[in-house]
């Protein structure tokens, strides 16, 4: 059939109009950008080195990613990994996987070349037509995982049952999965992970990843949905909102929502001790340590805002008794950068270390 003229393909296709925009694959989509195409409703593409992209018709058998067999409606694109011949192919329902793909017979049919048969060894770059059903995973995931950067995406059947356990600046700390609304890992210079809580609390943390289930060695980013895993992987590591409620900013930039445990506080200006209310006290900053020298006795000293009015002071007992939840969290001052009483004075843009 070389030279063959294909049909033109009909403008309903899968069960919508192929010139709206065809359902969002979000992480195919960031990379067809990335190679100057789009996803199309009326036609598969594929690129070889050194061309531009080609219109037509893929079609292939015996397919199988790393000895699994594949159907061909489960995949959305392969691009050729060239590094160490594998392929990392995107599935209809939003995965990536990454290995060793062969077939039996694969081809492309378009109106410029006509019928080409394809290598497994170098088949090209492959965006094939976007389906009704793409984006649609079924079961739906309880969770998305991805292992590396430009790796894997992997949908989760479960959350783990176990508590992730992490170990923070607080101490060692366990969380109810059902409180955890994603991490991921922060660039390596931090050699931390970031923990978002469901009740908007931020933590800076080492979780223990491998007594969850989860590959401690290879877990990038994990959240509830494949909207909030691409969100995680886009913005930057300073770039979250902060909530809008009473929450502590730690010194490494760990921040909690919740309340001050004690009704009223002992404070400590000029020698002399001061009692406030916790309705008093709309907003707690600690002063820079080469200000606080000059503040007598020795420690944390914060400045108090308090209706409307501002005094430095240090607190008399060591530590703040923060509630969250259920759990009360002794925090030592000294790792007390700020503290937001009221939902009107949380912070806008907290500062990290």
């Known amino acids: 059939m070389t030279g063959a003229i294909l049909a033109e393909e009909p403008k309903l296709k899968d069960g919508f109009d192929s010139a709206q925009m065809p ?21 598969d593409q594929w690129l070889l080195e050194g061309t531009s992209w080609v219109e037509g018709t893929w079609r292939a058998s015996g397919l199988q990613l790393d ?8 995949i959305a694109a392969i691009f050729p990994l060239r590094a160490d011949a594998q392929a990392r192919v995107f ?15 694969a081809e492309f049919e378009s109106r410029q070349f006509g019928l080409v048969k394809l290598r497994p060894e170098a088949p090209g770059s492959l965006i094939l037509r ?22 894997q995406v992997l949908a989760l059947p479960a959350v783990p049952a176990d508590a992730l356990e992490c170990l923070t600046c607080l101490g060692r700390l366990e969380l109810p999965w059902a409180q955890v609304q994603s991490l991921r890992a922060l660039p390596p210079e931090r050699l931390v992970h ?16 491998e007594k969850a289930g989860l590959p401690a060695e290879s877990c990038l980013a994990w959240a509830r949905s494949i909207e909030k895993l691409h969100a995680l992987l886009e913005v930057e590591a300073d770039g979250l909102e902060p909530p809008s409620a009473p929450a502590v900013l730690l010194t490494d930039g760990s921040l909690i929502t919740g309340e001050m445990q004690a009704e009223s ?3 400590i200006v000029d020698g002399a001790e001061l009692r406030l209310s916790r309705e008093a006290l709309s907003r707690l900053t600690q002063v820079p340590p080469d200000q606080s020298k000059e ?11 308090t209706q409307g009015q501002e005094l430095v002071a240090r607190p008399a007992s060591p530590h703040l008794g923060w509630r969250r939840g259920g759990q009360i969290l002794a925090i030592p001052w000294s790792r007390i950068e700020s503290v937001w009483n009221t939902e009107t004075s949380s912070p806008s843009a907290p500062s990290r270390p």
């Open 194 to 209: 970031e923990v978002c809580l469901q009740d908007g609390s931020r933590l800076l943390a080492w979780p223990r990843l």
């Open 67 to 74: 000895g699994r067999a594949l159907e061909l409606e489960e």
């Open 91 to 105: 599935f209809q329902d939003g995965q990536v996987r990454r290995g060793r793909l062969t077939w039996e017979r």
């Open 265 to 267: 506080m002992t404070w």
């Open 295 to 305: 503040v007598t006795p020795p420690g944390a000293s914060f400045t108090l805002h």
């Open 23 to 43: 359902p969002r694959l979000i992480l195919l989509d960031q990379v067809s950008v990335r190679m100057k195409a789009r996803r199309l409703a009326e036609a």
């Open 130 to 151: 976007a389906r009704k059903m793409d984006a649609l995973p079924d079961p739906r995931p309880a969770a998305w995982m991805m292992d590396e950067p430009e790796g």
